[in-house]
């Protein structure tokens, strides 16, 4: 990744920085599906800068690609016009040489309902409701912990937590993006 463009967020006392978030990734995350390849992968790739430090995914999302080229055709101007209020864009920048290091943001799936995992668990092992909740425990304790951005598939129409996990890696590992810019095993510069 050679090349990034940081997007600002700005909240205020009527909007708040959640429902923007909701909006500006939703946004583009369609742009990102125009972009992809025919598996479903696309070269683009998110980070969070400000991760758990303000509002748990922070105010800013930085797109990153391996050119100046692909960041030109994404068209993040044209493509967030109607939040133009709510959000500064920054010109095309070249990653800076004294970066900290590399991180990936994944996507992190939970199981949707522990208490109706527990059930059907102790139904299949024998076991009693108690036992078999102890082992889904540490299912919700995990999911609230996570910072997350609320998403409505346009498949189902339903809302869904796209819950996003960050991991620093010592190393780079050129890769792929989905379409949400997320990846477990490519990483982006972190800075």
Not at 160 to 180: P, R, T, V
Request: some cysteine; aromatic content about 12%; overall charge neutral.
């Amino acid at each position: 990744m050679n090349y990034y463009i940081d997007i600002k967020l700005q909240g205020d006392t009527e909007i708040s920085l959640g429902f923007i978030w909701q909006k500006i990734y939703a946004q583009m995350h369609l742009a990102l599906v125009e972009h992809k390849d025919s598996e479903g992968m696309c070269s683009i790739g998110f980070a969070f800068p400000h991760y758990m430090e303000l509002f748990p995914l922070g105010d800013m999302l930085r797109v990153f690609a391996p050119t100046k080229e692909e960041l030109e055709i994404l068209n993040i101007e044209e493509q967030l016009k109607k939040f133009s209020d709510y959000v500064i864009i920054s010109d095309i920048k070249q990653v800076p040489t004294n970066i900290k290091g590399y991180v990936t943001f994944s996507r992190k799936q939970f199981k949707s309902n522990p208490e109706r995992l527990a059930r059907r668990y102790a139904k299949r092992h024998n076991k009693t409701l108690e036992e078999a909740l102890s082992i889904y425990d540490d299912v919700s304790a995990k999911e609230t912990k996570l910072p997350f951005v609320m998403m409505k598939s346009n498949s189902s129409n339903q809302q869904m937590k796209l819950f996003i996990e960050k991991n620093i890696s010592d190393e780079q590992e050129k890769g792929l993006f989905s379409a949400y810019g997320l990846s477990k095993t490519s990483t982006v510069p972190y800075f």
